[in-house]
């Protein structure tokens, strides 16, 4: 009876479980390949039920009951989860996993999947920068790109970015890459020249709203198809394009905010402090108590201005961008317009641009088509003079003497200050009263046509123009202080044009053999020529509310120039790929330029790369945990054109004057040489893609560029020649490291998707070789009062007096010798390397939430190891010797008594003791910095919620440089990127809320 129960109970289990479950029935699609073959699918929840998809992609599967989801996964493409619950028949299109599939530019019209890629490739979607309130593509580069440095020069709006990819590439020439928008390459640096420190970044000009995406090359395999100017990397800008059958698209972006000055570390004296510290420096410096009193009476305290408050602003951000693309059978098209407005933190200053686009393309046959990208924008940039002038706000915020008002009893600007500071420079009524404006105008084409031989081979040509013309404005009203300048005011007008003219033709091949060799191929002529043409005149003493050259009574001489220079290029690329597990690519370029001397005016540049994905090989496939797979190597050689365009020519100074007529005569100054060539690098590099247990994907780097044939300074006999040197190609140097990124998948269903990733670039760079001048043998150095030009150790190498505090006995500053003894003597002491203004290592943390449609992205930033020299501290941490400006709350905690410790030396009247002047570590702090760069919460309204004439909308919040952790004590730890810092405009803080709408 026992055994019949047992029985009884086992079938009615049996047929429980039977009655529990139901049948799923399915298809499964890859986006634009077709069926899915042999894909994973999964009950969610139950990862022991599931089957894989037939020939057809189609699958029949038994699951419980109260199964709700399925989890089907393919490799190469993203998990989808999607619900059975009330169907018993599914139909899923699973979209390519971005990190194996994703479509990459390499150039010359070449996409590549990075399944494909032998080369070192980063690519960001242009939708990152657009999501930023900043005004040019470089500054929202920061922390998007691994082995990419973008650090910001200024705070200034619209100003340039110092771009720096796997190291600094030279050491007199430029170590920026080049930019290539829609395969023509762009004018970039500044487009004025009056006043380096507010100069308009030619980069402001291309509105990110309008960007599809960045792709920065970074290895030889990647970048020498650029040759002669690929050796500091290449960032191809892709814009927005229309689909051709694609029903009409708008799109309507805004952002509103706020920014305002991040801390800067400095608490300024008010006037009792500042009081009671010149009583004491001047007594301290001879004077009687008496005398002193009697010129600092407690009366000049009853003033106490804070002309940090008067320098700073809250300034507002406000942009808008309207876009429509689409298209027909035959035609697609992106227009857009934008606007883009942002106020300085700093008094009187900011940028506005207004831009157009409009991407054309068309069809015009089954053999030809052809199209047109064309952009315009002006942009209009008021800034302030800056780094030290005495019209500079941030310089007067922080060294004016607080005893004196902003302005008189009759409510006019103050231009008497007690002790003349800063010759009287009231840098609040001159900002209001001077005009300091720089503006320009872009236009930039690139038409091309296209003709389909047949399936395989592909001619076309390509012509590119960019044009900008740039005009900036300076002028000082009479009635104002001289400040250096004219009595009676000035007058400057400058305006610069520059454009580039490029064509490109190539014939292109590609062709599957046996459906396991793919060839691909690329033949071509490239030329470009550049012109550029300045001009400037100022005059002075102008009449009263007048403003122009022409009313001036002392018109100054005119200044102008014209500089060309032009590129002639044979370029051509071979890839080759079989079974979808070997890839091997090569590139041969030969360029000429005007630039170089006549005996070298061609080069030759080359690469090789290779690349296998191990993943795909049969002994793998039981190696479930591995999604995929690659090794990568590459080598080749690139140069660096960027060594000014007439350095190889001898010069004339046309500006002398013989017999009453013009003369010329060779400046013995500046000779050229017409050996002159190239610098050139050699770079390889070697890289793993890979992804597994469907959640971790990511990639790591080794890579080493020599670069040599470097521009440098050789001495001459002054005898021989009436020059001191020539330059020549002489010196080298080498940067190497490590890059890696990883990318987790902390979870991915239907509602709630978080992920984090992590960036990390270490770069080393060394000089290996100079110039031997001395004939001693050994390479000579160049020792500056702050950094060290040597062999053996990398550009920015600081050279300093070690500083070793003060003297308890007396308050006199001391130092570490050479031998780490403590001496009092500066100049025994002597210089000594302390280290560098590179960092060690750079990177950046990301975490990204969704839950129904609500969005949380979190980046931060950080960056480790460099030295910061901050010479702003040595005029406002004096020690008396610039007590005639406004001091730090540091200065405070000086030695005043035998015994006393401290890290500040006596105060005394126009000190001379040393401890304040250049060229000490007192000044170095550790540059080291975790800053917060953005943080945005977003939401999507669902799109059931929104009416036919709506596509979507979002509504987001962010804020950029909210938080930063650094143990610098200047201003801002990432603007000082060349390694010093002196009253730079400060990064600010910005907070912005926007709205995405699609229709």
Not at 6 to 35: F, N, P
Not at 253 to 258: C, E, K
Not at 304 to 317: C, I, S, Y
């Given at each position: 009876?026992?055994?019949?129960?047992?029985?009884?109970?086992?079938?009615?289990?049996?047929?429980?479980?039977?009655?529990?479950?139901?049948?799923?029935?399915?298809?499964?699609?890859?986006?634009?390949?077709?069926?899915?073959?042999?894909?994973?699918?999964?009950?969610?929840?139950?990862?022991?039920?599931?089957?894989?998809?037939?020939?057809?992609?189609?699958?029949?599967?038994?699951?419980?009951?109260?199964?709700?989801?399925?989890?089907?996964?393919?490799?190469?493409?993203?998990?989808?989860?999607?619900?059975?619950?009330?169907?018993?028949?599914?139909?899923?299109?699973?979209?390519?996993?971005?990190?194996?599939?994703?479509?990459?530019?390499?150039?010359?019209?070449?996409?590549?999947?990075?399944?494909?890629?032998?080369?070192?490739?980063?690519?960001?979607?242009?939708?990152?920068?657009?999501?930023?309130?900043?005004?040019?593509?470089?500054?929202?580069?920061?922390?998007?790109?691994?082995?990419?440095?973008?650090?910001?020069?200024?705070?200034?709006?619209?100003?340039?970015?110092?771009?720096?990819?796997?190291?600094?590439?030279?050491?007199?020439?430029?170590?920026?890459?080049?930019?290539?928008?829609?395969?023509?390459?762009?004018?970039?640096?500044?487009?004025?020249?009056?006043?380096?420190?507010?100069?308009?970044?030619?980069?402001?000009?291309?509105?990110?709203?309008?960007?599809?995406?960045?792709?920065?090359?970074?290895?030889?395999?990647?970048?020498?198809?650029?040759?002669?100017?690929?050796?500091?990397?290449?960032?191809?800008?892709?814009?927005?394009?229309?689909?051709?059958?694609?029903?009409?698209?708008?799109?309507?972006?805004?952002?509103?905010?706020?920014?305002?000055?991040?801390?800067?570390?400095?608490?300024?004296?008010?006037?009792?402090?500042?009081?009671?510290?010149?009583?004491?420096?001047?007594?301290?410096?001879?004077?009687?108590?008496?005398?002193?009193?009697?010129?600092?009476?407690?009366?000049?305290?009853?003033?106490?201005?804070?002309?940090?408050?008067?320098?700073?602003?809250?300034?507002?951000?406000?942009?808008?961008?309207?876009?429509?693309?689409?298209?027909?059978?035959?035609?697609?098209?992106?227009?857009?317009?934008?606007?883009?407005?942002?106020?300085?933190?700093?008094?009187?200053?900011?940028?506005?641009?207004?831009?157009?686009?409009?991407?054309?393309?068309?069809?015009?046959?089954?053999?030809?088509?052809?199209?047109?990208?064309?952009?315009?924008?002006?942009?209009?940039?008021?800034?302030?003079?800056?780094?030290?002038?005495?019209?500079?706000?941030?310089?007067?915020?922080?060294?004016?003497?607080?005893?004196?008002?902003?302005?008189?009893?009759?409510?006019?600007?103050?231009?008497?200050?007690?002790?003349?500071?800063?010759?009287?420079?009231?840098?609040?009524?001159?900002?209001?009263?001077?005009?300091?404006?720089?503006?320009?105008?872009?236009?930039?084409?690139?038409?091309?046509?296209?003709?389909?031989?047949?399936?395989?081979?592909?001619?076309?040509?390509?012509?590119?123009?960019?044009?900008?013309?740039?005009?900036?404005?300076?002028?000082?009203?009479?009635?104002?202080?001289?400040?250096?300048?004219?009595?009676?005011?000035?007058?400057?007008?400058?305006?610069?044009?520059?454009?580039?003219?490029?064509?490109?033709?190539?014939?292109?091949?590609?062709?599957?053999?046996?459906?396991?060799?793919?060839?691909?191929?690329?033949?071509?002529?490239?030329?470009?020529?550049?012109?550029?043409d300045y001009f400037s005149g100022t005059g002075s003493t102008l009449p009263k509310n007048l403003t122009v050259i022409g009313v001036t009574a002392v018109p100054q001489d005119p200044f102008g120039s014209k500089e060309e220079f032009s590129f002639m290029s044979i370029l051509s690329r071979l890839n080759y790929g079989f079974a979808g597990k070997y890839n091997a690519s090569a590139s041969f370029r030969r360029d000429a330029s005007s630039r170089f001397g006549k005996n070298n005016r061609w080069a030759n540049f080359w690469s090789l790369g290779a690349g296998w994905t191990i993943s795909a090989e049969d002994f793998m496939k039981d190696v479930g945990a591995i999604d995929f797979l690659k090794l990568r190597a590459s080598i080749g050689t690139t140069g660096n054109a960027e060594i000014g365009n007439y350095t190889s020519k001898v010069k004339y100074d046309a500006s002398g004057s013989y017999n009453n007529q013009n003369a010329s005569y060779p400046d013995v100054a500046d000779l050229g040489s017409e050996d002159l060539t190239w610098e050139s690098n050699l770079n390889w590099n070697v890289g793993f893609d890979f992804a597994f247990l469907k959640r971790f994907n990511g990639n790591i780097e080794y890579y080493n560029r020599k670069t040599f044939d470097l521009l440098y300074d050789q001495q001459l006999s002054r005898a021989a020649s009436g020059a001191t040197s020539i330059q020549g190609n002489i010196a080298e140097m080498v940067n190497k490291g490590v890059e890696a990124e990883l990318n987790i998948d902390i979870f991915n269903k239907k509602d709630f998707r978080w992920t984090i990733g992590a960036t990390v670039a270490a770069n080393k760079n060394e000089i290996t070789r100079l110039v031997d001048n001395d004939g001693d043998g050994e390479d000579d150095q160049i020792d500056g009062r702050t950094f060290t030009t040597r062999t053996g150790e990398a550009i920015g190498t600081f050279y300093l007096i070690e500083w070793a505090g003060v003297h308890p006995a007396d308050g006199t500053p001391l130092y570490y010798d050479q031998n780490g003894n403590v001496t009092g003597d500066r100049e025994a002491a002597g210089q000594k390397i302390v280290g560098t203004s590179n960092p060690k290592a750079f990177g950046n943390f990301t975490t990204n939430f969704s839950y129904k449609g609500v969005g949380l992205d979190v980046m931060f930033f950080y960056n480790y190891g460099n030295k910061i020299v901050d010479n702003t501290r040595r005029y406002i941490e004096s020690d008396g010797a610039f007590l005639i400006y406004n001091q730090t709350a540091n200065q405070l905690d000086r030695w005043q008594e035998p015994g006393d410790v401290t890290a500040v030396p006596q105060i005394i009247f126009q000190n001379g003791t040393g401890g304040n002047e250049w060229g000490s570590t007192r000044w170095m702090y550790d540059g080291s910095y975790l800053r917060l760069r953005n943080v945005r919460l977003s939401y999507s309204v669902p799109t059931e919620k929104i009416n036919k004439y709506v596509r979507s909308i979002q509504v987001f919040a962010q804020a950029q440089n909210l938080l930063t952790f650094s143990r610098y004590k200047g201003f801002d730890p990432e603007f000082a990127a060349g390694g010093t810092s002196f009253f730079r405009y400060p990064i600010g803080k910005t907070v912005t809320f926007g709205m995405n709408v699609g229709f």
């Open positions: 009876m026992k055994h019949f129960s047992l029985m009884l109970a086992m079938v009615l289990c049996v047929m429980s479980t039977t009655l529990a479950q139901r049948t799923i029935t399915g298809t499964v699609m890859l986006q634009d390949e077709g069926e899915a073959i042999g894909a994973s699918v999964l009950v969610e929840g139950n990862e022991t039920v599931g089957t894989v998809t037939e020939f057809d992609g189609s699958f029949t599967l038994e699951v419980p009951d109260d199964a709700k989801a399925l989890v089907i996964s393919y490799t190469g493409f993203e998990n989808t989860v999607v619900s059975i619950e009330g169907t018993n028949t599914v139909e899923v299109t699973m979209a390519p996993n971005n990190v194996l599939t994703e479509v990459v530019v390499v150039g010359y019209g070449a996409v590549r999947s990075k399944a494909e890629l032998t080369g070192a490739v980063t690519r960001v979607d242009g939708g990152k920068i657009n999501e930023l309130p900043v005004s040019s593509l470089d500054q929202g580069l920061q922390g998007l790109a691994t082995g990419v440095l973008s650090t910001g020069g200024s705070g200034q709006p619209g100003s340039p970015s110092t771009i720096r990819i796997r190291g600094i590439g030279s050491i007199n020439a430029s170590s920026s890459p080049l930019y290539v928008v829609d395969g023509v390459p762009i004018i970039v640096g500044t487009t004025t020249t009056i006043d380096a420190d507010r100069a308009l970044n030619a980069l402001a000009s291309i509105s990110p709203a309008d960007i599809e995406s960045i792709t920065v090359l970074k290895d030889a395999a990647a970048t020498s198809i650029y040759g002669a100017r690929g050796s500091n990397g290449v960032i191809l800008v892709t814009t927005k394009s229309g689909k051709k059958g694609e029903k009409t698209q708008f799109n309507l972006s805004t952002q509103y905010g706020i920014s305002k000055k991040t801390n800067d570390n400095f608490r300024m004296l008010n006037s009792q402090e500042y009081l009671e510290l010149r009583r004491e420096a001047e007594v301290n410096a001879g004077r009687s108590v008496e005398d002193v009193m009697l010129e600092f009476p407690d009366s000049l305290a009853d003033t106490d201005t804070d002309w940090r408050d008067e320098a700073f602003q809250t300034g507002l951000t406000k942009s808008i961008d309207l876009s429509a693309r689409g298209g027909s059978e035959k035609t697609s098209f992106f227009v857009s317009g934008g606007y883009f407005d942002q106020e300085g933190i700093l008094l009187r200053t900011g940028l506005k641009r207004y831009s157009g686009r409009a991407n054309i393309d068309h069809q015009m046959s089954d053999k030809i088509s052809f199209g047109v990208n064309l952009s315009t924008s002006f942009t209009d940039q008021a800034g302030r003079a800056g780094e030290g002038s005495f019209m500079d706000p941030v310089t007067g915020a922080y060294l004016l003497i607080p005893f004196d008002p902003v302005k008189n009893e009759d409510d006019s600007y103050n231009y008497n200050f007690i002790y003349e500071t800063l010759a009287n420079a009231n840098f609040v009524g001159i900002a209001n009263a001077v005009t300091q404006e720089s503006q320009s105008f872009r236009f930039t084409n690139s038409n091309y046509v296209q003709y389909d031989i047949n399936d395989d081979w592909t001619v076309k040509t390509i012509l590119g123009i960019d044009w900008s013309n740039g005009r900036e404005d300076e002028t000082y009203p009479s009635g104002l202080p001289e400040v250096g300048r004219y009595p009676d005011g000035y007058v400057i007008r400058s305006t610069a044009r520059e454009y580039n003219i490029s064509n490109t033709n190539t014939i292109n091949y590609s062709h599957t053999f046996k459906e396991k060799h793919s060839v691909s191929g690329l033949l071509g002529f490239e030329v470009l020529k550049n012109d550029y």
